[in-house]
């Protein structure tokens, strides 16, 4: 309940104006669309008689006309209610959802005050990030954590939200590849990733075996860089049974997948494991938790 008050204490006016929204042009796309179906399902409300008889001139049938406008007329209200809530359930994803599935993903680690070394890959502008510092700052550990960013810019704008957070000083940011971390083995305590790794090797198309290997090298990353008992613990879109199997094939233990959660429109789960202190011989056990 504790790590609840958090959040709660900001209203999402607050959030939204510390962290924006990423991809803010697919909700303008949605939205605008959204609109203009609105507005042509309106039009055709308004005047649905001389749409139908503009129509019976190509029909050559008072029925046909009528029946063919008042099909468009439905799709194009449907399809506006489609749009509307597309783009609702993306800006509920991209802050609000967000945030609570930071919170259990933090909660998914038992004792944070055993943490001196975090990371957090795709960090984006810090929500996740953010949360895991607050965590730190909240049981008085000397962690800190690393937000690593594809580039300079991203860097800057994680380090002013953490800065407006009031956790700066538990935060680090790092430009690198995630596909080759710029980190020693077993270096980290925890591993955390929010709704990131799809998206590696998406220039090869989402679905191909590329894009999947690509997917894989950036898990077996994530596995390298942890220390042996650390936690690692991803919330991503699609592709999480992928990454289910790769840690087993790799050994880890105390597989846990969470319930399947909507984000961004597609099938979304958390699934947090633990690496093993010594060789495993057999493949890991995976088990459904559904308090992630």
Same mark, same amino acid.
């Given at each position: 309940?504790?790590?609840?008050?958090?959040?709660?204490?900001?209203?999402?006016?607050?959030?939204?104006?510390?962290?924006? *929204?990423?991809? @803010?042009?697919?909700?303008?796309?949605?939205?605008?669309?959204?609109?203009?179906?609105?507005?042509?399902?309106?039009?055709?409300?308004?005047?649905?008689?001389?749409?139908?008889?503009?129509?019976? %001139?190509?029909?050559?049938?008072?029925?046909?006309?009528?029946?063919?406008?008042?099909?468009?007329?439905? *799709?194009?209200?449907?399809?506006? $209610?489609?749009?509307?809530?597309?783009?609702?359930?993306?800006?509920?994803?991209?802050?609000?959802?967000?945030?609570?599935?930071?919170?259990?993903?933090?909660?998914?680690?038992?004792? @944070?005050?055993?943490?001196?070394?975090?990371? =957090?890959?795709?960090?984006?502008?810090?929500?996740?990030?953010?949360?895991?510092?607050?965590?730190?700052?909240?049981?008085?550990?000397?962690?800190?954590?690393?937000?690593?960013?594809?580039?300079?810019?991203?860097?800057?704008?994680?380090?002013?939200?953490?800065?407006?957070?009031?956790?700066?000083?538990?935060?680090?940011?790092?430009?690198?590849?995630?596909?080759?971390?710029?980190?020693?083995?077993?270096?980290?305590?925890?591993?955390?990733?929010? $709704?990131?790794?799809?998206?590696?090797?998406?220039?090869?198309?989402?679905?191909?075996?590329? %894009?999947?290997?690509?997917?894989?090298?950036?898990?077996?990353?994530?596995?390298?860089?942890?220390?042996?008992?650390?936690?690692?613990? $991803? @919330? =991503?879109?699609?592709? *999480?049974?992928?990454?289910?199997?790769?840690?087993?094939?790799?050994?880890?233990?105390?597989?846990?997948?969470?319930?399947?959660?909507? %984000?961004?429109? $597609?099938?979304?789960?958390?699934?947090?494991?633990?690496?093993?202190?010594?060789?495993? %011989?057999?493949?890991?056990?995976?088990?459904?938790? @559904?308090?992630?």
């Amino acid at each position: 309940m504790g790590k609840r008050s958090s959040s709660s204490s900001k209203d999402w006016a607050q959030i939204y104006a510390i962290y924006g *929204v990423d991809q @803010w042009q697919t909700l303008l796309f949605l939205l605008f669309h959204a609109f203009l179906f609105s507005l042509l399902s309106l039009l055709f409300l308004l005047y649905f008689d001389p749409i139908c008889g503009y129509l019976e %001139a190509f029909l050559s049938s008072t029925g046909g006309a009528r029946y063919a406008a008042g099909f468009a007329g439905t *799709v194009t209200a449907i399809s506006a $209610v489609c749009l509307f809530f597309a783009a609702g359930n993306f800006l509920y994803s991209a802050l609000p959802l967000h945030q609570e599935m930071a919170q259990r993903m933090v909660n998914a680690v038992s004792d @944070w005050s055993a943490v001196r070394n975090a990371l =957090d890959l795709g960090c984006g502008r810090g929500l996740l990030l953010n949360a895991v510092a607050t965590q730190l700052k909240k049981t008085g550990s000397s962690g800190r954590v690393v937000g690593l960013a594809p580039g300079k810019g991203v860097a800057l704008s994680t380090l002013r939200t953490a800065k407006m957070e009031g956790v700066q000083e538990y935060v680090t940011c790092r430009e690198g590849d995630v596909r080759s971390l710029p980190f020693p083995d077993n270096y980290f305590d925890v591993v955390t990733s929010a $709704v990131f790794v799809h998206t590696v090797g998406k220039e090869h198309g989402p679905r191909t075996v590329e %894009a999947a290997a690509e997917r894989m090298r950036v898990v077996g990353e994530l596995v390298r860089v942890l220390k042996p008992g650390g936690v690692g613990v $991803v @919330w =991503d879109l699609l592709h *999480v049974p992928e990454y289910v199997r790769k840690l087993q094939e790799l050994k880890m233990e105390e597989i846990r997948v969470s319930e399947r959660v909507t %984000a961004f429109m $597609v099938s979304s789960h958390v699934v947090s494991f633990r690496k093993p202190s010594q060789h495993v %011989a057999g493949p890991g056990e995976v088990r459904l938790d @559904w308090r992630c």
